[in-house]
């Protein structure tokens, strides 16, 4: 902006509210361009011992013009300036000195803010930055303040407060540039923002930097913010807190942390710290990785209870500054530490064929369950090396001391069964699914059902997706089991679960007869289900679907088969079978969506089963389950890893060999199932994914039984307030909270956020805490928080103040009163001032 420019600015913005404006120039050095300055429409007369003609002219001839009357020189004072009426009906005197129409553009009339625009000459050169500082002043504002919003001007802010301005630069010295800092300094302000930094944080320096203060201020966190002490201490300690919890600075700490973590050598003696204070330091990610690796070495060694290492990670996941960069880590520790006190404490052995099923439905399931979710979090973790040796301890103990010996265990009762399925009594028969869960429910015509199918969705996987569906509101569910076919493999299965009264392979094995019709593909399928009013579809056209096409689909139809292969797709394959547990992982999250998507086209019946399960292990087969024989016989119409089909099938002590009608089949192909879990050798296919054998992974089948209702089913847990007292006598409070009740799938965790309110002002920092212990105990669900009072909590003294529990609003980024309690601030001392 020009000078001519702004004074023409300044003397419109009188003449809007003025018509005759007096401009003194004491040296005269406008009056050569004085035209230029002057509004469109506004007549200029010049001063020159002709005031009592002004005078006529504008208060009697014309008194409708605007006019400037300009003198030039000294001017009279007191009687003798004959306009002196003029001045004082018109408003004061217009004068084009610099720092006059600065204090007339910011509105402030303080005579000291001369000193202040001398000061920071280049600040207020700079019409913006004027402008911007306008538009953050108020009338009330002293010097203090004044700079304070220059400083956030200059870096492009309107926050001025001493943590926002913080806020800022720590952001831009993690990024690696210094243009606001640089910007401060230019203008004059760096001196003005040591110094309150030195008034409020404490932080001294002969020549203090931005670096300095990072590494100043993470050396305070690291001894912890003696905030008894100081209250420089405690505004420090609010603030760092704030800028860790704040989404717009977390980042940015934490790549400031990592300099400073390498600077103070912090790494060198992190082996030394005490694991009681171990575990609650989060000031540095390596405090996370030396917790991860003693939380490791606690449960290859056995040297840490289960109970406190899941005590621990439950704490870090509540409290820790890095946990979200280690999640998959700890889920993978979660697991082990499980998995490995339930494989020792397992009892393998069993008296029957029905108690081997009922025991693995209800108990030993868990352990492939754990299995699959350590090895797919150690598969995912971008920090595998301390999970290293957790891995093959996992490893060996699954293998050798859980999945062998259960499938040696198993194979007795197999040994012993003369016709499938006759000695399982608490366990239905996968191919009764049809009759035992569709046709009961559908047979009064008034009541439909949809079937998913998911391929090679085992039990323990049909477990979690029950849990799953229990945490979405108005489903229920659960899971019951059933005693799949065998050979357990797919067409098998998939015929076994269509409405039929035989099953029978084909001449060749496949495909399966159903009634003998053949059951494989869409159109086979659908011509089966068209007897009893159904339809099948493949899940990936049905999610593709429009919703009115999908309710159309539903309404028009009594029955609906959705055929589902993410787990057996990715599982069957050499090249992919390593990622079979991330397949499972992605098929619950695309089955709790297809299980969505049917709710919402008016689906209330839902049963989520599959063909059959599977047998994995991550590591190399050990030799001795290698099968050193292959099945013999007449005919060998297939071989697989796991099963063989034939005519004329011989004996062999490797192998258990079944009739057709030991089996439940028609037709004169015999089954041979190799024992236990051994394989077959078979060239060029994978080892770790198999199925089509009698194990109880293979062979226990899930139903997840769904149903939508209308009624709230899901709640997030109670938390209650446990004050010790209801004065605060000091700066800082901690207030005890109770989680009244275990999370459950249907009883889902809570987050909330605590804080100190003076009616509607906050003056506490505010921490934010998730309520999600799983404990049956009472004393495991405690939580502690602890709350420091800001300098706004001064006003509150001797007065009441309430501690308040505030929950998201759902679907946005507001927060909303849960719970609180009164307190009174019974103080002897205030808190240092901000900006």
């Not at 429910?441 to 569906?469: P, Q």
């Not at 041979?672 to 060029?684: A, D, E, F, L, Y």
């Not at 209650?720 to 901690?734: A, F, L, M, N, Y």
Request: proline share 4%; glycine share 6%.
């Amino acid at each position: 902006m020009s000078k001519s420019s702004s004074i023409q600015d300044h003397l419109r913005e009188r003449f809007a509210d003025y018509r005759i404006i007096v401009w003194h120039d004491p040296d005269g050095s406008y009056r050569t361009d004085l035209q230029s300055y002057v509004p469109d429409g506004v007549t200029v007369i010049q001063i020159a011992n002709n005031e009592f003609a002004i005078k006529h002219r504008v208060l009697r001839e014309d008194t409708t013009t605007q006019f400037l009357l300009y003198r030039s020189g000294p001017g009279a004072e007191g009687p003798g300036n004959w306009l002196l009426d003029v001045e004082l009906a018109y408003g004061p005197v217009f004068t084009a000195d610099r720092r006059a129409l600065i204090r007339a553009e910011l509105g402030v009339d303080d005579p000291a803010v001369d000193a202040l625009i001398a000061e920071h000459t280049s600040f207020f050169a700079d019409p913006k930055l004027v402008g911007n500082l306008k538009e953050l002043l108020f009338p009330s504002d002293d010097l203090v303040m004044v700079r304070a919003k220059m400083c956030a001007v200059v870096i492009g802010q309107k926050e001025h407060s001493l943590s926002e301005l913080t806020r800022t630069l720590l952001i831009e010295q993690a990024k690696g540039i210094s243009s606001g800092y640089a910007a401060v300094a230019k203008n004059g302000l760096a001196e003005f923002h040591w110094d309150g930094a030195e008034r409020i944080y404490g932080y001294s320096s002969k020549a203090p930097t931005i670096q300095g203060f990072v590494l100043w201020m993470f050396q305070q966190a690291r001894a912890g913010f003696d905030v008894t002490s100081s209250n420089a201490a405690r505004n420090l300690a609010i603030d760092f807190r704030s800028f860790r919890d704040s989404k717009r600075s977390a980042s940015a700490i934490k790549a400031l942390a990592g300099k400073a973590e390498q600077d103070l050598g912090y790494q060198e003696h992190i082996a030394e710290i005490e694991w009681t204070s171990l575990k609650e330091a989060d000031i540095f990610e390596a405090d996370e990785r030396e917790v991860i690796r003693r939380l490791v070495d606690g449960v290859v060694n056995q040297t840490m209870p289960h109970r406190e290492t899941l005590e621990t990670i439950t704490t870090r996941r509540r409290d820790s500054f890095w946990f979200e960069d280690y999640t998959t880590v700890y889920e993978a520790l979660a697991a082990a530490a499980e998995l490995l006190p339930t494989i020792r404490a397992a009892r393998l052995d069993f008296n029957s064929f029905d108690e081997g099923l009922t025991r693995y439905r209800d108990e030993l399931f868990r352990a492939d369950q754990l299995y699959r979710q350590f090895t797919h979090a150690y598969q995912t973790a971008e920090f595998k090396q301390p999970l290293h040796d957790l891995a093959e301890r996992v490893e060996a103990a699954y293998v050798t001391n859980f999945l062998a010996p259960l499938g040696m265990s198993w194979q007795q009762q197999v040994d012993m069964v003369d016709r499938w399925g006759t000695h399982a009594r608490d366990v239905t028969a996968q191919s009764s699914f049809y009759w035992n869960y569709i046709a009961k429910l559908t047979k009064s015509g008034t009541k439909k059902a949809v079937v998913v199918i998911s391929d090679a969705m085992r039990y323990e996987v049909g477990k979690e997706l029950e849990s799953k569906i229990l945490g979405l509101d108005k489903f229920d569910a659960k899971t019951d089991a059933m005693l799949g076919v065998l050979p357990s493999y797919t067409q098998l299965g998939m015929a076994a679960l269509l409405p039929h009264k035989t099953l029978a392979h084909s001449p060749d094995g496949d495909p399966v007869l159903v009634d003998g019709i053949k059951s494989d593909g869409s159109a086979n399928r659908n011509s089966i289900l068209g007897a009893v009013g159904g339809a099948a579809i493949q899940a990936k056209d049905y999610v593709e679907m429009k919703p009115g096409e999908r309710r159309e689909l539903y309404s028009s139809h009594q029955v609906l088969y959705v055929y589902h292969d993410t787990i057996d797709a990715t599982g069957d394959n050499a090249k992919s079978e390593h990622r079979t547990f991330a397949a499972a992982a992605e098929a619950l999250d695309q089955l709790v969506d297809i299980v969505k998507k049917l709710a919402s086209a008016n689906a209330t019946n839902i049963f989520v089963t599959a063909d059959h399960g599977f047998l994995y292990q991550r590591s190399k087969l050990a030799p001795q389950f290698n099968l050193t024989v292959k099945p013999q016989g007449d005919q060998i119409v297939a071989e697989k890893r796991r099963y063989a089909l034939g005519r004329g099938l011989k004996e062999n002590a490797a192998f258990r060999t079944f009739q057709p009608e030991q089996l439940g089949l028609s037709g004169d192909l015999e089954v041979q199932i190799p024992n236990s879990i051994h394989r077959i050798v078979k060239p060029g296919a994978g080892f770790q994914f198999v199925h089509g054998g009698a194990s109880l992974q293979e062979i226990v089948v899930p139903v997840v039984v769904i149903k939508k209702g209308r009624s709230t089913t899901v709640e997030p847990v109670n938390v209650d307030i446990h004050p010790e007292s209801d004065k605060i006598t000091t700066g800082q409070i901690v207030v005890k909270l109770y989680q009244s009740m275990q999370v459950e799938p249907q009883r889902t965790a809570r987050r909330l956020r605590a804080g100190l309110y003076f009616g509607e002002q906050l003056i506490s920092n505010e921490q934010e805490t998730v309520f999600d212990s799983e404990s049956p105990e009472g004393r495991d669900r405690f939580q502690s928080v602890r709350l420091l009072l800001s300098k706004d909590a001064d006003a509150a003294n001797n007065q009441g103040v309430e501690f308040r529990l505030m929950e998201p609003i759902e679907g946005t980024d507001q927060w909303k009163k849960y719970k609180s309690v009164p307190y009174t601030i019974k103080r002897s001392f205030t808190t240092d001032f901000d900006f």
